[in-house]
Nanobody, 125 residues
Framework: QVHLVESGGGLVQAGGSLRLSCAAS????????MGWFRQAPGKEREFVAA????????GYADSVKDRSTISRDNTKNTVYLQMNSLNTEDTAVYYC??????????????????WGQGTQVTVSS
């Protein structure tokens, strides 16, 4: 249905920035709300950010809302997560997810039907 591939992760020093990308292989990308989630070692997967089908609305977890920006380019079938002022608590595998529907953005991971394999973000102190 929706094949998702994340990229852009890597090793970065605290205070630095990364831009994660998620490329979707699907017929109509704009039919889907998109989300970013992350999972740190020993912890459950948690919500990071999400965006509606058009990019007109979005939401963030409190831990990242003042230093992160989610965006999408429907002409490129790609969603992005720009993260600034990274700290060691941001170290995790970051996953992209897709949820069918042209309404809201969603922070509940159970809403999403497709997931990428993840990209590792490691922040060193």
């Amino acid at each position: 249905q929706v094949h998702l591939v994340e990229s852009g992760g890597g090793l970065v020093q605290a205070g630095g920035s990364l831009r994660l990308s998620c490329a979707a292989s699907v017929r109509t990308f704009s039919n889907y709300a998109m989300g970013w989630f992350r999972q740190a070692p020993g912890k459950e997967r948690e919500f990071v950010a999400a965006i509606n089908w058009s990019g007109s609305s979005s939401g963030y977890a409190d831990s990242v809302k003042d230093r992160s920006t989610i965006s999408r380019d429907n002409t490129k079938n790609t969603v992005y997560l720009q993260m600034n002022s990274l700290n060691t608590e941001d170290t995790a595998v970051y996953y992209c997810a897709a949820r069918y529907g042209r309404s809201n953005w969603y922070k509940n991971q159970d809403e999403y039907i497709s997931w990428g394999q993840g990209t590792q973000v490691t922040v060193s102190s």
